[in-house]
């Protein structure tokens, strides 16, 4: 495996090679780390799940680097949803949509949903593109952690999960710290109306301003979501130390707040985000930190609000979810 730093056009092209030639990279993306292989090999895919130590059937979300590809994996599509599309691709949102013939079992779990997604750091949309002019046609990308753990938002994160389970072949390409830093607003498209099946920082506030109708705050993890999302599980995006949501640290743990809020005497301060936006960026690196100061516990103040607060809050909850 091997980390590269400065991603130049040739790194480029040599990364979109090692795709197509059915190894694995992990890139960047503005949200997490993605851990990338061709979506349409079905042995490429199959490394992802051993790298990931993910429960086969678990379904991957296609990356592409343009508009013009979605029907290539999708059809059906929504005018809602090609709204969406337009306005917030390339970016982090992910839509569900019914699949084509292209979108395999190992790719959807056997659902006959795909979810796609075009991202928007410059190192991930080079990439694709790349892999696309190489002749691929979408990049299946997992959050770049083992399963349940923490994503990684930046490339050494990725190195620490996964060094020990990706081959010789392999890469990582390096794209600094990603600006988002909680994994993308996944949006259910396979119905009449859309539903959030996992919130990001495409909100609720925002697919509702575009499209001039409500969201039913209520269907994420509803029972009539006819869609399987691992990212749904009540306990996951979980550190070592165990996260308190209430209650006051002692001597020796570890606090997570905004800077507004004065670190308790004795608490081992993880993070000090000064907005929302800072705190979902902050997030699992404050993890990564307690995991490595060897915290058992670490005390969170969950920010309050809408908009990015829904994705941190929700990520808090599974992440403090007793196993
Ligand atoms: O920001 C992101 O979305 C990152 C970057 C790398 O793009 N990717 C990511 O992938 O978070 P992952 O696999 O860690 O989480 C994707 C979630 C999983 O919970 C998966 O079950 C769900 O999306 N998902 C993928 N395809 C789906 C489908 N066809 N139907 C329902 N859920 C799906
Ligand atoms: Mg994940």
Redesign the pocket.
């Known amino acids: 495996m091997s980390i590269i730093s400065n991603c130049t056009v040739d790194v480029v092209k040599k990364a979109a090679a090692t795709l197509i030639k059915g190894d694995l990279v992990a890139f960047p993306?503005e949200?997490?780390?993605?851990l990338g292989a061709d979506a349409n090999n079905e042995a490429a895919v199959g490394k992802i799940y051993s790298a990931k130590g993910r429960p086969k059937g678990?379904?991957?979300?296609v990356?592409i680097s343009s508009l013009g590809n979605l029907d290539k994996w999708a059809r059906d599509i929504p005018e809602y949803a090609v709204n969406l599309a337009r306005t917030f691709w390339p970016g982090?949102m992910?839509l569900?949509l019914p699949?084509t013939d292209l979108a395999k079992d190992f790719i959807?779990?056997s659902?006959d949903?795909?979810?796609i997604?075009i991202?928007s750091h410059t190192v991930a949309l080079a990439l694709l593109k790349e892999f696309e002019d190489q002749g691929g046609l979408g990049v299946a990308?997992?959050?770049?952690n083992r399963f349940g753990a923490v994503?990684p938002t930046t490339a050494y994160a990725v190195e620490i999960e996964l060094r020990d389970f990706l081959s010789e072949s392999d890469q990582i390409l390096d794209g600094g710290a990603c600006l988002v830093g909680v994994?993308?607003t996944?949006i259910?498209c396979t119905q009449s109306k859309p539903s959030i099946?996992?919130p990001?920082a495409v909100t609720k506030e925002m697919i509702e301003a575009t499209l001039a109708i409500a969201i039913d705050p209520n269907t994420s993890n509803s029972e009539s979501v006819q869609?399987?999302?691992?990212?749904?599980l009540e306990s996951h995006y979980a550190p070592n130390a165990k996260v308190f949501l209430t209650g006051s640290p002692t001597l020796g743990d570890g606090f997570l707040a905004l800077d507004s809020f004065t670190t308790p005497v004795g608490a081992i301060r993880v993070a000090s985000p000064k907005t929302n936006e800072e705190y979902a960026q902050v997030l699992y690196e404050a993890f990564r930190l307690a995991d490595t100061k060897g915290l058992s516990k670490v005390f969170v103040i969950p920010p309050t609000g809408d908009g990015i607060a829904v994705a941190i809050n929700d990520r808090l909850a599974k992440s403090a979810f007793e196993k």
Request: no cysteine; aromatic share 2%; net charge positive.
């Open positions: 993306t949200t997490v780390y993605g678990h379904p991957l979300i990356h982090p992910t569900i699949r959807t779990g659902q949903n795909v979810g997604r991202p990308a997992p959050s770049a994503s994994e993308s996944i259910n099946l996992r990001g869609v399987k999302a691992a990212g749904l």
